[in-house]
């Protein structure tokens, strides 16, 4: 198996774990410093939009000799207005919006960049498309993100219910609000390919979320009768279970669509390809973060509130001190006489070096005219060694036979 594969092994028996849930507070002020950089960078700078949506005219050439500031000077002086954007595409190519502008004026544009780049006047290529189109345009985007909105919030209510719906949703304007901020920062195009990728990885964020939720659920249906475990180590065992799972997904996901960036904005340039490749990286980085740190902590945070979750954590906390309290251990001499009880971590340890004391025996005999037996404890008595009969016969003295 690989390391990968036993990492993930691991997580999901719960021998490794890492505490999504009881981090929250670290994640929410991340996405909380994200959002306030996306937001001022939305108020400050704006969404640039494409001529889809604000209504122009679009020029397009081919002039390899041409630089930035001819074409932008000989649009302008042909009448094309002032707030124009010129983009080039390929080293070769080039891409000139201009405002609203009437025929004649798109006529004139269109004559005076093929006399200034000799080209002929065919291959200059003008597309015009009207501001009312383009407010239909937006009106349509902004109600199909209303619509997928309001059809996720219905199904998760009652696939799961209303808390993990709130919470996927919470996890949902989190990604738009980063990815639209990025835009606005990066100064990107908003084009209708653009609002395609957002509903795109939208739905990507909300497989990933769905597939957390689910298994939430299974860890948590009998969480109250076994009264185990609170819900936040609950939920958070379950997304430790689908880790890996989500990992995976993200980075097969996110491999070729960062080729396509890569490709787009540095071979291609500006494009409706660069404009969907953008949008789906940023979502989908976004969304794998929302859906681990953000959408399960939403989650256990709703449902720690209800009395019943909220009663079981008290009640499991309750458990935990009581059984630190009776971790004792009983700590007696040999003799068994006055047992003293100690806490296990106050019980000290001998150190690794000491020996224990040899026994010493005790050589006392009887003092002369004393009574009684041997003390006890004293060990075996030892008898004085009798005198022989020379000494204790007078010197120089010999027996009368």
């Not at 709130?166 to 901020?181: E, K, M, N, P, R």
């Not at 980085?285 to 859906?291: E, K």
Request: aromatic share 6%.
């Amino acid at each position: 198996m690989s390391r990968l594969g036993n990492i993930g092994g691991r997580l999901y028996r719960g021998e490794v774990s890492f505490d999504f849930v009881g981090r929250q507070k670290l994640w929410y002020k991340i996405s909380g410093a994200i959002l306030v950089i996306s937001i001022a960078a939305l108020l400050i700078f704006g969404l640039k939009f494409s001529v889809d949506f604000k209504g122009g005219s679009v020029y397009k050439f081919k002039a390899p000799a041409a630089t930035s500031t001819q074409v932008s000077n000989t649009v302008t002086n042909a009448g094309g207005g002032s707030t124009i954007t010129v983009q080039q595409v390929g080293g070769k190519n080039w891409t000139v919006q201009t405002p609203v502008l009437k025929q004649r004026a798109q006529f004139h544009v269109q004559d005076a960049i093929a006399h200034r780049f000799h080209i002929p006047p065919g291959q200059v290529s003008l597309q015009s498309i009207g501001p009312s189109w383009g407010s239909q345009i937006s009106q349509k985007a902004l109600e199909a993100l209303i619509a997928f909105l309001i059809v996720l919030v219905a199904y998760l209510s009652l696939a799961f219910e209303w808390r993990m719906a709130s919470a996927a949703l919470v996890a949902l304007v989190h990604d738009i609000v980063i990815t639209i901020g990025v835009y606005a920062l990066l100064r990107f195009q908003v084009s209708p390919a653009t609002v395609i990728g957002l509903l795109t990885i939208l739905g990507y964020s909300l497989y990933d979320t769905v597939v957390v939720f689910d298994k939430v659920r299974e860890n948590t249906a009998g969480l109250l009768a076994t009264r185990r475990t609170t819900y936040s180590e609950a939920a958070n065992l379950a997304l430790n279970q689908t880790l890996v799972r989500s990992i995976n997904t993200s980075l097969i996901a996110l491999l070729p669509v960062a080729a396509i960036l890569a490709v787009s904005v540095f071979l291609l340039g500006n494009g409706e390809l660069k404009d969907l490749s953008l949008v789906l990286f940023v979502g989908m980085l976004s969304g794998t973060y929302s859906s681990i740190c953000i959408a399960t902590p939403v989650l256990a945070d709703l449902k720690e509130r209800q009395p019943e979750f909220r009663q079981l954590r008290k009640q499991i906390a309750q458990r935990a001190s009581s059984a630190k309290r009776q971790a004792k251990v009983v700590v007696g001499n040999a003799t068994g006489a006055g047992a003293v009880v100690q806490d296990a971590a106050e019980v000290p340890e001998p150190p690794a070096d000491a020996v224990e004391p040899e026994a010493t025996p005790v050589a006392a005999a009887r003092p002369a005219g004393g009574s009684g037996g041997p003390r006890a404890g004293s060990g075996p008595r030892q008898q004085p060694r009798r005198a022989s009969a020379s000494q204790r016969r007078p010197s120089g003295k010999k027996k009368r036979r």
